[in-house]
Structure formats: C-alpha cells, structure tokens
C-alpha cells in the first residue's frame, strides 16, 4: 500500500544515514501544548462540537446535548481523553451510565469523526491556532529524522487528531513520524497518518476515579512507544533509547511518570517537557514533576513552551545539528 511504502522509504532513510544509532521518540499533547484555542474553542469548536454531536447521536433522540465546557467541571475534560469524555457527557447530559454507553464508544468515536470530516479545514481551525514557537520547533525536528521519531500522544480520536493537524498547518511541518501498520485506518485521512497513541486507542472505562485522566494517557505513551518499536525493529543496529512526553496539563506529567515507573530493568530513558501554555502555572507543573531520576525521569518545566529557545536541549536533541 501508499502507506506501507511511505514507511518503509522513512525507514530505509534511517539505515542510509545512520549506523549504529540510538533514537528518541518525542510525543506531543494537542491542545494547550500544540494548539491554543480561543475562550469559545471549549463550547464552539468543532471538536467540541463533535462531543455533543456523538452523544446526542448514539445515546440520545438525534439532537446535540449540552455542550462539554457547560455540562462537565474543567477537571474532567482538561487533560483527558475523549473516551472518557464521552462517557461523561453521556452520564452528566442523558444519565446513561457507564455499562450502557462503553459498548457504544466505538460507534461515538467514528460518529465523532464523521462530524468532523464534514468540516473544511477552515471550520476545524475555527478557535484554535498554533501556539508560539510550535511549527518553528516542528520545521527544525523534521530534518532530524535520523536520530528523531516525532508523534502524538493525545486524548484526541485518531481520525480527529489527523484532521486536526491539517488544519492547523502541523502536518505541513513534515515533523510527524509515518504510522505503524498496526493502526487503526480512518477513511479519506489516508495521506495524512502518523505515529501516536490516541483516545481511541485506549480508553479505561472508568469515569469515576479522576486518577483515570493519566492513567488512561500512560497507556497512550506506551502504545505509541510500541508502535515507535515496531517501525525500528527489523533493524538491530537502531535502538530506541529515549522517550520524550511534550504537554501541557498535570495529566500529561502524571501520564509520563507513571509510564517511566512501569520500565523497571528496561534501558528507556522517559523524559517530560512540561509547557506552561495551557490552563497550568509552571510551578504546579514542576511540582508534580518532583525530582530528576538521571537515565529513568528526567522532566523539564518551560514558561513558553516550545517557543523557548532551550526547547530541543529540553527534549535531549539539541545535539543533533539540523539539516539544511
């Protein structure tokens, strides 16, 4: 296929320029770490929108239920991922609980997708642009692809993240990874796949304890680790030896401690950039993050994110010198 291809002439780049060869794998948050969106994007985006769509679609009588930024706490929504979301949404708007509306997650999430690819790429950057520093940052690391794999870990859904991306000018970066063969497909964004861990690659189940927001984005980062894994592993000379989280919510410093906690006996060094772009203040950030475990977790709090000139040296790849 298209895709197997693309893949294979990314990795065949990666053995012509590189011998033996350790590799980082970064991972990027979307929103508030990648994106910023507007005081309506919450109520009036067309991923929040998407929200309201699925639910009243699946679960309710055909109409939009009350929107996620009206209907749920910031706590539940910041830093979570859409499954969970969904779950919410369905419990606080139609009471439905859980063992009622999990079966149904698959459906809302391609009932998600189908509202957003009706959307033009003008309606899904509608309140959200790229944050400062971020397709500057994104333009360096695409032409460091022989010691940098780039890719999402997000509570987006796949399809959305894809769409997403697009739209908001990312993917034109040529930063983001091709994706494993082991992802799932999500029709008419063929061309535009990449590395990650998504919302709709995992989700708990579990609405009610709040610890589930990092938890549920833990095993994104290992998925998309794995995935990372899979597209090296028929070359012994290349090793993945880093794994880098870029977020902006506590969930995403919790999410990578936690992943760097499951690695006892493995060599993988789990790095955290933590970007105050978001809703969060760098001292909260920086707390959560607590000590450096040098070679296990080795977190970075930045002010600006990833407009910070120490942005790479933050993620460990600043010794990488850019291509022109």
Known sequence: SAIMSI??????????????????????????TLV??????????AHAKAFSHAVGTVLGDGKPVTPVA???????????????????????????????????????????????????????????????????????????????????????????????????GVWDTQALSPPSAKMKTWPGTEDISFLGGFGSDFCSGNIKDIARNHLDRGEQIAIATERCQAL?????TIQLERVVHVGDAPA?????KTFSETLEGDNLCVGMVAVATGSYSAEELKELAGESIPGKWEPVVLEDGMNDPKFLAACGVSHVIARE
């Open 252 to 256: 995403d410093v919790l999410a990578a």
């Open 7 to 32: 893949q294979w002439r990314f990795v065949g780049l990666l053995l012509l320029s590189v011998g033996a060869s350790a590799f980082t794998l970064i991972t990027f948050d979307v929103d508030g």
């Open 232 to 236: 090296l592993q028929d070359e012994p």
């Open 70 to 168: 009206e209907a749920l706490p910031v706590h539940l929504y910041h830093g979570s991922t859409d499954g969970l979301i969904l779950l919410r949404l369905a419990k606080a708007t139609l009471g439905v609980d859980v063992d009622e509306s999990y079966p149904k997650l698959e459906e809302m999430f391609q009932c998600m997708f189908d509202y957003m690819s009706s959307c033009s790429d003008e309606e899904i950057a509608n309140h959200i642009t790229p944050l400062p520093g971020v397709l500057d940052q994104l333009e360096k690391l695409s032409q460091m692809n022989d010691e940098v794999m780039c890719g999402l870990v997000t509570g987006n859904v796949e399809g959305i993240a894809r769409l997403k991306m697009r739209a908001v």
């Open 36 to 45: 910023k969106g507007s005081g309506q994007a919450a109520a009036e985006s």
